[in-house]
């Protein structure tokens, strides 16, 4: 097996069984503008050390695999102009051609796994977009979530998404699907979706030990966490849903598909919000961050 090139403090916490949390890169590379988007993935790396764990950041650069990235190597990989977004399809072709390329929660799962990292912090996940009947856009994500056996902090699912069908298609696959500290399912820049999320969970601890039972049960795959925006950062529904309405009527307009549908859409709303959601979705993913690195201290016993 391949195993990714560690950062000497990934390197050193996995020896000494210390908290480790998986951070992905496509948000950087296709979620945020710059330079909001290196502010962002330094400072996310920053708060998963205040909070007690070392921060993994998976990328491949020049068709090597990496977990946990050195400072240059990020400030280049946020400036970096053609970088690939890779998922579990396009993952390895990208390191044979010895390509640069950040990695998706799917992909980011696949490397965390590889490096024997068991809980990783995002944003939100892909999921079943709006129209999927008729496109049959169904993120990679929901599948890796079913396979890789990586517990995922997110913050729901994107309200670009259809949330209806992107559970169902979660149930169908058999991952478990827990709202933190709340009934609702999040729906990313907003702290309720209206729909109930399958499971709730209210500690990191509950979280730890429900992900050690699936092992335990030989249960293939990972674990989705909804955690919701704090209050203080959120945009409620009522205000984006016509916001999420004009950007897929542009998305349509203009065509786009397959992989571009995501990073369009977010920097529709971006220009469509006047940057509010580019800060909510900063606060989103620092929230994430603190749970995945309380969870992560809590599956190697160093609970606070
Ligand atoms: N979360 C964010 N911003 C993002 C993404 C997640 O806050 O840009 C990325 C993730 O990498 C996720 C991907 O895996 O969007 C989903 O893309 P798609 O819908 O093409 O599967
Ligand atoms: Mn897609």
Redesign the pocket.
């Known amino acids: 097996m391949i195993t990714p090139i560690l950062s000497p403090e990934v390197t050193e916490a996995l020896a000494e069984s210390r908290a480790v949390v998986a951070l ?1 890169s ?2 950087i590379t ?2 945020m503008p710059w330079p909001q988007n290196l502010e962002t993935a330094q400072d996310v790396e920053q708060t998963v050390r205040d909070a007690g764990a070392v921060p993994a950041t998976i990328a491949v650069i020049d068709g090597v695999l990496h977990a946990g990235l050195t400072g240059p190597q990020l400030e280049a990989l946020a400036q970096a102009k053609g970088v690939a977004k890779l ?1 579990r399809a396009d993952l390895a072709v990208c390191m044979a051609q010895g390509r640069t390329g950040a990695t ?3 992909a980011t799962m696949i490397g965390a796994q590889l490096a024997g990292i068991e809980v990783f912090a ?5 999921g079943v ?1 709006q129209g999927a009947d008729q496109s049959f856009d169904i ?3 929901l599948h890796e979530l079913a396979r890789t056996p990586v517990t995922v902090i997110a913050a729901g699912a ?1 309200a670009i998404l259809d949330l209806p069908k992107t559970l169902e298609v979660l149930e169908s696959l058999g991952v478990p699907v827990m709202a933190y500290g709340q009934n609702d399912f999040p729906a990313f820049w907003s702290r309720a979706s209206g729909l109930d999320a399958p499971l709730r969970v209210d500690s990191a601890a509950e979280v730890a030990r429900a992900h050690r039972m699936r092992a335990g049960l030989g249960l293939v795959g990972g674990q989705l966490v909804a955690n919701p925006i704090p209050s203080e950062d959120e945009i409620p529904l009522r205000e984006l849903a016509p916001v999420i309405a004009a950007a897929q009527e542009d998305a349509q307009a203009r065509g786009v598909t397959g ?1 571009a ?3 369009f859409l ?1 920097q529709r709303i971006y220009d469509l919000t006047g940057g509010r959601s580019l800060e909510a ?1 900063i606060a989103l ?1 620092h929230n994430n961050a603190r749970l995945a690195a309380a969870i992560a201290r809590e599956l190697c016993g160093d609970a606070l």
């Not at 995002?122 to 892909?126: L, R, Y």
């Open positions: 992905e496509t948000i296709h979620g998922s998706t929660v799917a995002t944003g939100g996940i892909g977009h993120s990679a994500d994107k992989k549908v995501t990073p977010l979705n993913v």
